[in-house]
Nanobody
Framework: QVALVESGGGLVQTGGSLRLSCAAS????????MGWFRQAPGKEREFVGT????????IYGGAVKGPFTITKDNAKSTVYLEFYSLQPEDTAVYYC???????????????WGQGTQVTVSS
């Protein structure tokens, strides 16, 4: 069992920055691929990117148009999603997930966090 807890969401103005955190715990969570997804009202869940615990390899999707990075801190068992210039279209609930397969499909993930709301005002 793996538990994931996201934090760091909030209200930010257009062009602002924000860093989301996802704290992981449980058995063998470091063997999972960590993914970030987002879901806006009335839309399907979109792939944002992934990172691996060991090598820190990242894959970025095309959902987020502005600059962002996915990083990790193994000592804190935490992965991060950091935005540098948010736009109103980035408003969504952001989720982290852990999966053995861990690819662009939400179905490849076994565990999900509760989500954190990001709202970008224009």
């Amino acid at each position: 069992q793996v538990a994931l807890v996201e934090s760091g969401g909030g209200l930010v103005q257009t062009g602002g920055s924000l860093r989301l955190s996802c704290a992981a715990s449980g058995r063998s969570f470091s063997t999972y691929v960590m993914g970030w997804f987002r879901q806006a009202p009335g839309k399907e869940r979109e792939f944002v990117g992934t990172i691996t615990w060991n090598a820190g390899n990242t894959i970025y999707g095309g959902a987020v148009k502005g600059p962002f990075t996915i990083t990790k801190d193994n000592a804190k068992s935490t992965v991060y999603l950091e935005f540098y210039s948010l736009q109103p279209e980035d408003t969504a609930v952001y989720y982290c997930a852990a999966g053995r397969a861990g690819n662009r499909s939400p179905q490849s993930y076994d565990y999900w966090g509760q989500g954190t709301q990001v709202t970008v005002s224009s």
